[in-house]
């Protein structure tokens, strides 16, 4: 069975702060990809990043930036710098490789409230 | 994606009556997917479609069904509402694994 584990809940920092998001996940597949969403305020789930299990390289796009371990199975999320914009519900999701579908699995979600 | 859209965006119905929500793509997306959202639950798959009418069952499909007979079109209907079905309901179409979600639709049953 998969599983996501956002351990958590709620984070609040205030502005221009760093924040790092974890993400642990749990799969028997060898080949995987991993995802995260963020949930603003009005609603929406807009998909941030999509990585493969077999490129542990880092990505940064800007201020965010996401560290993939496999050896720990996790994929965090950092964002530098924080603003007010960045307060969301942030999520992250397995997925299978391969394939068009992707039955995603979700964590539960991290609030991020960033105060000015 | 505003190649996804929903409707309608809220709605309030009582016990018992059928609902249908409505999901509509312009992105010729094969694959399509019905979610509720819930606190403390995350994001949890209640139907998907494979292709027209090609659909099968997610994690929480008791008391839904779904049904896709044109590309752009996946509707997902509530036989006979009940309270526990009170929650945010999210589409999503996507290829090469990666899903895109429609804005939501709120429904409240009383």
């Known amino acids: 069975a998969q599983k996501v584990t956002q351990a958590q809940t709620e984070i609040s920092v205030v502005e221009k702060e760093d924040v790092t998001l974890d993400c642990v996940y749990e799969?028997?597949?060898?080949?995987?990809?991993l995802f995260w969403y963020k949930q603003p305020p009005s609603g929406e789930l807009v998909f941030l990043i999509r990585?493969?299990?077999?490129?542990?390289q880092n990505e940064i796009s800007g201020r965010y930036s996401w560290n993939f371990q496999k050896s720990t199975s996790s994929f965090n999320f950092t964002i530098t710098a924080s603003q007010v914009v960045d307060s969301a519900v942030y999520f992250c999701?397995?997925?299978?490789?391969?394939?068009?579908?992707?039955?995603?699995?979700f964590g539960k979600g991290i609030t991020l409230s960033v105060r000015p | 994606d505003a190649g996804i859209t929903q409707s309608p965006r809220h709605k309030v119905t009582e016990t018992g009556t059928p609902v249908t929500l409505r999901c509509h793509q312009t992105?010729?997306?094969?694959?399509m997917y019905w979610y509720r959202q819930d606190p403390g639950h995350g994001l949890r798959l209640i139907h998907y479609?494979?292709?027209?009418?090609?659909?099968d069952k997610g994690e929480v499909s008791d008391g839904y069904s779904v049904s896709r007979s044109k590309t752009e079109d996946f509707l997902l209907t509530l036989e006979s509402a009940t309270s526990s079905q009170t929650s945010v309901y999210f589409c999503?179409?996507?290829?090469?694994?990666?899903?895109?979600f429609g804005p939501g639709t709120r429904l409240t049953v009383l």
């Open positions: 479609s494979y292709g027209v009418k090609d659909t």
């Open positions: 999503a179409g996507g290829e090469d694994n990666t899903q895109y």
């Open positions: 992105e010729n997306h094969r694959y």
């Open positions: 990585r493969n299990s077999f490129d542990e």
């Open positions: 799969t028997r597949d060898t080949t995987y990809y």
């Open positions: 999701a397995l997925g299978p490789f391969g394939g068009a579908n992707s039955k995603l699995t």
